[in-house]
């Protein structure tokens, strides 16, 4: 099945990550990289693979990015994934002994989050349909996130992914502020009907940061990882707090306008 792969990658000054990324990655014949204009090491890190294929792109959404870099791979299948995305022994294993010829056109992987190298019990990150058919396969943007809309069957794998990003702290800053000006326009432009339980509570502004530290520390059993835990439950609810102050400032300046 390996050969029958391509993995994709989006990067953007990821010197911190893709190198421990890629050493997963030394059985693909063929890496195709979308890089938005890098202006660290990342390029020279990923050229000293030779199975790397580098594309440059105008970033204009992490979904336009994707469906450009799928127009790229000619192979039945793709691995997707994030630069800070490092494979477990056991689930290149688990890929490479799947059948060639199957219904199955993606596959879920779920993953472990690592603060600082360390693999945390439980996260807030759902599995994702990291592996599947190109031919099946577009991406579609959904608030900061994008997720893949892959037709046909679908099947869990046991093997997980590691997602360790070891990028500094004013990057993930950078990036978050980013995320949430996007997000809070996207809560409050969708349909109150049309959005989850957790959508619903992040609207409403003062509840969700004290309700993800509660399902961060205690729900999912961070607090049993020590300060790692206590690091992670702390950066999401900076998150929630940021989100919050977005959607209370997209309110008040959209009330002034009027």
């Known amino acids: 099945m390996l050969e029958e792969i391509t993995p994709l990658i989006l990067t953007y000054n990821e010197a911190p990550n893709i190198h421990r990324t890629l050493q997963q990655l030394t059985w693909a014949k063929r890496i195709v990289i979308i890089d938005s204009y890098s202006t660290d090491e990342t390029l020279k890190i990923t050229g000293a693979y030779p199975q790397v294929e580098i594309f440059k ?15 790229k791979i000619n192979t039945p299948w793709v691995l997707s994934l994030d630069a800070d995305y490092i494979l477990s022994d056991e689930l ?13 056109n993606s596959y879920l992987v779920s993953f472990k989050y690592c603060v600082f190298g360390k693999p945390l019990r439980a996260t807030l990150l759902p599995p994702r349909k990291v592996l599947y ?7 579609r943007d959904d608030g900061h996130a994008h997720r893949v809309s892959v037709k046909g069957d679908s099947k869990p794998l046991l093997g997980f992914i590691y997602h360790d990003d070891r990028k500094p702290f004013t990057r993930w800053l950078w990036s978050q502020e980013r ?53 992670y439950a702390f950066q999401r ?22």
């Not at 290149?92 to 199955?104: G, H, M, N, Q, R």
């Open 133 to 139: 058919k190109r031919e099946k396969a577009i991406y």
């Open 179 to 231: 995320y949430m000006i996007i997000e809070s326009k996207k809560l409050l432009e969708t349909p109150e009907s049309e959005l989850s339980l957790g959508d619903r509570i992040r609207k409403q502004k003062l509840f969700a940061p004290f309700v993800i530290l509660i399902y961060c520390l205690i729900l999912k059993g961070g607090i049993l990882d020590g300060w790692h835990g206590w690091y």
């Open 92 to 104: 290149i294993a688990e890929i490479k002994s799947l059948p060639k010829d199957t219904e199955v």
């Open 57 to 71: 792109h105008k970033f204009i959404s992490f979904a336009n990015q994707c469906n450009y870099g799928l127009s």
């Open 237 to 258: 609810v900076f998150a929630e707090i940021l989100l919050s102050m977005q959607i209370i400032e997209y309110e008040k300046l959209n009330t002034l306008d009027v």
